[in-house]
């Protein structure tokens, strides 16, 4: 295995320590949601234009083997958000959106970021897709974040006008049953607990918003976790991004780039403010995507990657992921090891010493020792993953890759140093190896939540439909019912 492809002579000058010249610098995580690994300019994008994102890793450290801890958005980002595997408390699911059920999200005796943060004196903001639970217990503003700006769902539309219901009670109550299972991405913005109107294109006004945050913010320590929804679907973009990138052949794929050019102008924006305000040395940002491209549904482009969103190939897992942090990281590192979303929080925890309980430690590693030479091994000696619904199992050791299909018992080896596309299945050739992971892979699983902890969206989903058709049926009979008495009267 690689270990980090950049000169260190200079890094010892330049060494990280984890104190900066202010006691508590401020942190920005900046995610991306269902955004295709070849679809940055750092990670090989010869299309899509990324010039602000791509300062992040140039002048940072870009992650080749960087990984989420799900194939889809809900557990990946409760992964990253607590910095333990989200199958430990049962997140294996994407959550649906009943605000009465209170296990549908990150439980309370879980710490995310911002709450761990939160006694040291730091105010939180998260701007843009929550999708951690409805309830008002679940609530943002309940979770240690002082300021939410955005929808409480996993998705939605990008356009003022789209947005017609107050709030997310109101959209699920419609009677359509076409219509009611997307209603919650039709609903308008909150700022904290209030209904604000949206107008402008959403991206921007996320953008936006985390400018104003970072300007009110700059003399106090603060923690910004900017979740856009672009580029997921629906594929909606301004004529003035989509004019940028005519270079691309009209249909999903411009679109697409068109939504990432709204996310990278708005990066830049975020990027100019801290240097305007002073208080880019004394920042940590992070930048990933939450899980890989779906590819055909949105014109996304995992690469050399095999599979995209769901999968446990690496195109479903495997993202883009830098990180930058002038004068403590040095700019220009390419770390070829394994790393983590989880490695977010722990960076973060380590570097304010914000304490963690010791009855539920922290999955991820601080990155930072090994970006400044103090470490020279694999910050993990494997990472795993699970599909409880579907009886998926996974893990990376170093270049060897395990997949388990349980319910079929097939199974997949490959050496991702020779083979990153996943062509040649080794498990039979070097079945020792697999039976070794498999091994590692139940005793990992024995650890985690037995089963999920709440319902899913996609039966949830099922369970609406059919409820809604029952509605519809019932309504039709009563009208039938009704307009046969009122004919013979």
Request: with cysteine; aromatic share 10%.
């Amino acid at each position: 295995m690689k270990k980090l492809t950049a000169i260190l002579g200079l890094a010892t000058l330049m060494a990280c320590t984890t104190s900066p010249a202010s006691d508590k610098p401020n942190f920005i995580v900046i995610l991306t949601d269902d955004q295709g690994y070849a679809d940055t300019g750092f990670t090989g994008s010869k299309d899509i234009r990324t010039p602000n994102i791509d300062r992040i890793a140039y002048e940072g450290t870009q992650f080749t083997n960087g990984y989420v801890t799900y194939a889809v958005c809900g557990p990946s980002r409760a992964g990253l958000l607590t910095g333990r595997y989200q199958g430990r408390f049962g997140f294996d699911r994407n959550p649906h959106m009943d605000p009465t059920d209170l296990n549908a999200g990150i439980p309370l005796d879980e710490k995310m970021i911002s709450e761990v943060l939160q006694p040291l004196g730091y105010t939180s903001s998260i701007i843009g897709k929550w999708h951690m639970g409805t309830h008002p217990k679940l609530h943002p503003n309940s979770r240690g974040f002082n300021h939410f700006y955005g929808f409480l769902s996993g998705g939605h539309r990008y356009f003022p006008e789209d947005l017609i219901y107050e709030n997310l009670e109101e959209g699920l109550s419609q009677e359509n049953p076409k219509k009611t299972w997307l209603s919650w991405y039709r609903t308008k913005l909150l700022e904290n607990d209030k209904t604000v109107e949206m107008k402008e294109y959403l991206t921007d006004a996320l953008s936006a918003e985390a400018v104003d945050f970072i300007k009110r913010e700059k003399d106090n320590p603060f923690f910004l976790y900017l979740a856009y929804n672009a580029p997921h679907a629906p594929l909606q973009a301004t004529q003035e991004y989509l004019d940028r990138n005519q270079h691309i052949p009209k249909g999903k794929r411009r679109t697409y780039a068109a939504m990432i050019s709204a996310v990278d102008d708005g990066v830049g924006a975020i990027l100019e403010t801290l240097e305007q305000e002073g208080i880019d040395d004394n920042t940590l940002v992070f930048f990933l995507s939450d899980n890989g491209g779906p590819v055909t549904k949105n014109g996304s482009n995992n690469g050399p990657l095999r599979g995209a969103k769901g999968d446990y190939f690496e195109g479903g897992i495997h993202v883009p992921f830098a990180m930058r942090w002038p004068k403590q990281v040095p700019a220009g590192i390419t770390y070829t090891n394994p790393v983590s979303s989880l490695d977010i929080m722990a960076t973060i925890a380590s570097v304010t010493s914000a304490p963690i309980n010791a009855e539920k430690p922290l999955d991820g590693v601080d990155l930072l020792p090994y970006l400044n030479g103090e470490e020279t091994g694999q910050p993990h000696e494997a990472l795993f993953w699970r599909n409880f619904d579907k009886g998926i199992v996974a893990s990376r050791r170093a270049d060897s890759k395990a997949i388990l299909f349980k319910k079929s018992d097939t199974r997949h080896l490959y050496d991702l140093g020779e083979d990153l596309s996943e062509k040649n299945n080794l498990s039979k050739q070097q079945g020792e190896q697999f039976n070794t992971q498999r091994d590692e892979m139940a005793q990992w699983e024995s650890e985690m939540a037995t089963k999920p902890a709440f319902k899913g969206l996609i039966i949830a989903k099922k369970e609406n439909q059919k409820a809604q058709r029952q509605y519809v049926k019932q309504k039709r009979s009563e009208n039938n019912a009704n307009k046969n008495k009122v004919n013979k009267n």
